[in-house]
Nanobody
C-alpha cells in the first residue's frame, strides 16, 4: 500500500512558477513509476508528466513540454513537478500517482496507475 500526499499548490499569476511536491509512504517508493495528472473544471482528467523509477525516462503531454519538469528524490520518497511560465489554462487540481509496472512510464493512461493522492489546487490568474 502506498499513500501519496501532494502539496505546493496555490494561486499564481500567469507567467509565474510553482513547484508541486508529492510525498509517498512506504519503503518501495524507488521502484514505482510516478506521474502527475490534472483535472480542470468541466474537463477530463489528463496525465501531464511521468517519470521512471531511475528518473532516466520521462514523459510530458504536449501542452506542458518545455514548461514543466518532473523529478524525483528516492531518498526522500518524493516526486516533484516544477511548473514555469504558467498559463490560465493550467488551472486544475493536480494529483500524483504511483504505478508498480515500470512500463507505465510509456503510458498515457490513468488506468495504469495503482495509487493516487487527493490532489492540490493550482489556480493561474490572467
Amino acid at each position: 500500500q502506498v499513500q501519496l500526499v501532494e502539496s505546493g499548490g496555490g494561486l499564481v499569476q500567469a507567467g509565474g512558477s510553482l513547484r508541486l511536491s508529492c510525498a509517498a509512504s512506504g519503503r518501495t517508493f524507488s521502484v514505482y513509476t510516478m506521474g502527475w495528472s490534472r483535472q480542470a473544471p468541466g474537463k477530463e482528467r489528463e496525465l501531464v508528466a511521468t517519470i521512471g523509477w531511475s528518473a532516466r525516462t520521462t514523459y510530458y503531454v504536449d501542452s506542458v513540454k518545455g514548461r514543466f519538469t518532473i523529478s524525483r528524490d528516492n531518498a526522500k520518497n518524493t516526486v516533484y513537478l516544477q511548473m514555469n511560465s504558467l498559463k490560465p489554462e493550467d488551472t486544475a487540481v493536480y494529483s500524483c500517482g504511483a504505478a508498480k509496472d515500470a512500463r507505465t512510464v510509456y503510458s498515457s493512461s490513468l488506468l495504469d496507475y495503482d495509487y493516487w493522492g487527493q490532489g492540490t489546487q493550482v489556480t493561474v490568474s490572467s
